[in-house]
């Protein structure tokens, strides 16, 4: 008996010791290809940091990041890497293997554009679509790719049209008017909070009401949607993390499971409430500020948000006999996008806040937040208490802040909010001129992106000479000086939320 389980012990043993064997093999074999490939692409020239053939780029970017806090974000990593070689340019290749997959990294808006904004630009990268699966479960709109997610863009697009967005200001001055009682009541308590936390609140509300036309209620109590929502991308891994506990973490399924439980859940209840699956003859129509909502009813309801003018485009561009029941089929479709748009709204939003708060309250800026005041004093009269009224009453004095919007394009530049990943294809070369001031050889070379994750790096960009004069000053004015005025900002050089289709 004991010998019959020392032997199936033996044999367990020795397969999980070959197991373990092969994966070493395996892991040996890639690290020496991908080793390889750096090192041919240095050999012939292309721009990166030094390689070394064991390490890669991995002692260049420990180096390139030791000034930084150990949770800072792997966005400000090209930045560093700048710093530490200011003669390496704006495009180079970077190898971190294994801790994440071989980058193209670009830093140049000529560059950018030619993947992001040409006919031929490329692919959202996988680890977009790994990311947001727990989330969505894959069928979401920065998921999707080539005619599917042509459809579905344009039955979105004219919720979010400008002229619609402006028609939705009086939702919106509601939920703002909730945080700013929020941020006065701390004021006078002279406690200390969270700002980042209370924006986050604030602008999931705020995406309820415009996306859903529903009240999540998160700035004064729990949702259970919101909560599981923001704890799932807690969970949630791109699959570049540095640490890989972050993606092999053994409770993460069931987390996963959990919390996307608790989504569907609350969001299926809200869409099925909205359009009843066995109501076949709900008819939404559309006029160019409105959407307006009817069944039986005689005097229907008006409704502006986004879903319910994505539901009328859907409605006029599927044929019933195609589709039996276009609540429910579009209720299964809504419900990935619905998370999406407050996953993508709420953390960019949110931050762009924080930021905004914190560089006008910097002693230096002082100027700048008088200028402010004195803008929207012009515009709003003296009493802010006055302003919300007149906002949703007339929404187009939006317009009319010039210094407000140079302050919010400023804020974004020095602090974007979202990177664009793209991946490489087999004969899919960048064309890419060193500048003068960096290389003396300006001729063009081909960077292959095969293989490579093509990184967008916006926090790069946006804080680079080459581009921008002053480029780590808080200074407005860039945005409201004539072109011919040195600090008047290069063509594409701003992108903050991306150019191009995929943006």
């Known amino acids: 008996m004991f010998g019959s389980f020392f032997f199936d012990l033996l044999l367990s043993f020795r397969f999980l010791s070959l197991v373990f064997a092969a994966y070493i093999v395996r892991f040996l074999f890639k690290l020496y290809r991908i080793r ?26 420990n180096t390139a990041l030791s ?64 990311y947001l699966l727990p989330i969505t479960g894959g069928e979401d709109l920065a998921s999707m790719e080539g005619e599917e997610w042509k459809r579905w863009r344009k039955i979105y697009n004219p919720g979010f049209s400008a002229g619609h967005i402006q028609t939705l200001v009086p939702t919106i001055v509601e939920e703002v008017g909730i945080f700013v009682d929020s941020l006065k009541e701390h004021a006078r308590k002279g406690d200390m909070f969270s700002l980042d936390e209370a924006a986050i609140n604030a602008t999931m509300d705020v995406i309820g009401r415009v996306a859903l036309d529903h009240k999540f209620n998160t700035q004064r109590s729990p949702n259970p949607m919101t909560t599981a929502l923001r704890s799932q991308i807690r969970w949630c891994s791109f699959g570049a993390e540095p640490n890989p506990f972050d993606y092999m973490n ?17 969001m299926t209840k ?30 229907p309801n008006k409704s502006k948000a986004v879903i319910d003018l994505a539901h009328t485009e859907f409605q006029s561009s599927t044929p019933p006999t195609t589709t039996p029941n276009t609540n429910s089929t579009f209720s299964t ?64 004095k939006l317009n009319q802040l010039p210094y407000t919007l140079a302050i919010i394009k400023e804020t974004l530049r020095l602090f974007p909010v979202v990177t664009a990943p793209r991946e490489g294809k087999k004969g899919h070369y960048l064309s890419y001129t060193p500048p003068s001031s960096i290389d003396e050889n300006t001729e063009t070379i081909k960077l292959p992106t095969e293989h490579t994750l093509v990184w967008s790096n916006h926090h790069a960009l946006h804080r680079h000479p080459l581009y921008w004069p002053r480029p780590t000053e808080f200074l407005p004015e860039r945005w409201l000086v004539g072109p011919d005025h040195e600090l008047h900002p290069l063509k594409d050089a701003w992108r903050p939320f991306e150019f191009g289709p995929r943006a």
């Open 36 to 61: 390889s490939h750096f090192q041919k692409l240095q050999r012939d020239g292309l721009p990166m940091p030094p390689h070394h053939p064991l390490f890669g780029h991995l002692l260049v970017t």
């Open 333 to 396: 479709t809504a419900l990935p996008q619905m998370k999406l748009f407050i996953l993508g709204g709420h953390d960019t939003t949110a931050t762009t806040i924080t930021y905004l708060f914190h560089l006008l309250s910097l002693p230096h800026n002082s100027h700048h937040l008088l200028t402010l005041q004195t803008e929207h004093t012009s515009i709003f009269g003296p009493d802010p208490s006055s302003a919300p009224s007149l906002l949703k009453a007339h929404p187009e």
């Open 270 to 299: 809200v869409l099925k409430e909205r359009y009843p699956p066995s109501s076949a003859s709900t008819k939404f129509t559309t006029t160019p500020s409105t959407t307006t909502t009817s069944t039986t009813s005689p005097n």
């Open 250 to 266: 053994p409770f993460k399924p069931l987390v996963h499971w959990y919390n996307t439980r608790i989504m569907n859940k609350y």
């Open 67 to 130: 000034n930084l806090p150990r949770d800072a974000h792997a966005h400000y990593l090209p930045s560093q890497i700048r710093l530490k070689y200011p003669s390496l340019g704006p495009v180079y290749y970077l190898d971190m293997w294994p801790f994440a997959p071989p980058f193209l990294v670009a830093t140049s808006p000529t560059v950018i554009s030619q993947f992001t904004q040409s006919e031929s630009h490329l692919p959202n990268h996988p680890g977009i679509r790994k």
